[in-house]
């Protein structure tokens, strides 16, 4: 059975900092991997997307790769900014199933 | 503003009671998805319909019972529910499903449930 591990749990930051999310699968065969970030009380927002012949996904100040040799995953998170603060999850799916696992997310906040 | 849209926000209701979640979805999506987000625990994926035929049931209890009239559309219909039903329940649409073409989930902001 595929199970996620996001690593930390919770991390605070100060404004500017440049951080890493960790998240590691107990399969390694991932197909496509998603991170997703979700405000307090609201629905997941997607951020990236490494699609299954892909190892790194860009936008603006995030960068997202994938080993797919380990299954483990890292979101970079740039010049962090107070409205980044949120809890981060990380989510993969293997070949041929229909499941996104999902990892229990990394609380983020970034102090001003 | 997601184009995933789910009523209501809130739900309070008894162990006897009789509700229904709605998610419409207004992206083209072929795929649609039930989650569940309980404290501390990762999203559990209860159902997930492709062009309107249920492809997974998560070994959901039955006292929760999906219905996709169509692509659009999706509702969760709950009844004689327990106290640690009580989570925040998300819909989810894709393009494909994600084994397939690589496509990302759109979530809505969920349902926040309590079951008193």
């Known amino acids: 059975k595929q199970e996620v591990t996001q690593i930390p749990a919770a991390l605070s930051v100060p404004e500017g900092e440049n951080l890493v999310l960790n998240c590691s699968f107990t399969?390694?065969?991932?197909?496509?991997l998603q991170w997703f970030r979700q405000d307090p009380g609201k629905g997941l927002t997607s951020l990236l997307l490494i699609q299954s012949s892909q190892r790194e996904q860009t936008s603006g100040r995030l960068n997202a790769s994938l080993d797919k040799s380990s299954g483990r995953s890292t979101l970079y998170i740039a010049a962090s900014q107070p409205g980044d603060s949120a809890t981060y999850l990380c989510a993969g799916s293997q070949g041929g199933s229909e499941k996104l696992v999902f990892g229990k997310g990394t609380k983020l906040t970034v102090n001003p | 503003e997601t184009g995933v849209t789910q009523t209501p926000r809130h739900l309070v209701m008894g162990m006897t009671n009789k509700k229904s979640l709605k998610c419409e979805q207004h992206?083209?999506?072929?795929?649609m998805y039930w989650y569940k987000q309980s404290a501390k625990k990762p999203l559990e994926l209860m159902f997930v319909y492709s062009l309107e035929e249920r492809v997974e049931n998560n070994s959901v209890p039955s006292r929760f019972s999906p219905e996709c009239p169509n692509s659009s559309h999706l509702f969760l219909h709950l009844h004689t529910l327990q106290p640690e039903d009580s989570a925040l329940y998300l819909c989810?649409?894709?393009?494909?499903?994600?084994?397939?073409?690589?496509?990302?989930?759109?979530f809505g902001n969920g349902t926040r449930l309590t079951v008193t």
């Open positions: 399969d390694s065969a991932i197909y496509n």
């Open positions: 992206l083209g999506h072929n795929a």
């Open positions: 989810a649409s894709s393009q494909d499903l994600p084994g397939g073409n690589n496509s990302p989930l759109h």
